[in-house]
Nanobody, 120 residues
């Protein structure tokens, strides 16, 4: 019914920048929140940042001041601008959204993940 498609991952040197995008499509009535999680090898999946429909944001402490989350409600798209990247930011980044579909059902949807590697 609803899918999230991520893009923008890749290899970047320490101190560099990347911008991730995630577009939601399908039988969407409204999107309550969108966000990004990440999972490094051998570790649990952790919250990176979230943004609600009115623009309110929440960040993991380790990315505050370096990452910026934003969304385009008209395009059902969320972005994660990542600056001053560090090797410890290396992980698979997953998009997540809380979606109300046309039937009225509320769903928590995950994207397929995009790999970000920070290395020299």
């Amino acid at each position: 019914q609803v899918q999230l498609v991520e893009s923008g991952g890749g290899l970047v040197q320490p101190g560099g920048s990347l911008r991730l995008s995630c577009a939601a499509s399908g039988s969407i009535f409204s999107i309550r929140y969108m966000g990004w999680y990440r999972q490094a090898p051998g570790k649990q999946r952790d919250l990176v940042a979230t943004i609600i429909r009115d623009g309110g944001t929440n960040y993991q402490d380790s990315v505050k001041g370096r990452f910026t989350i934003s969304r385009d409600n008209a395009k059902n798209t969320v972005y994660l601008q990542m600056d001053s990247l560090k090797p410890e930011d290396t992980a698979v980044y997953y998009c997540n959204a809380g979606v109300v579909v046309l039937s009225g059902t509320y769903l928590a949807i995950w994207g397929q993940g995009t790999l970000v590697t920070v290395s020299s």
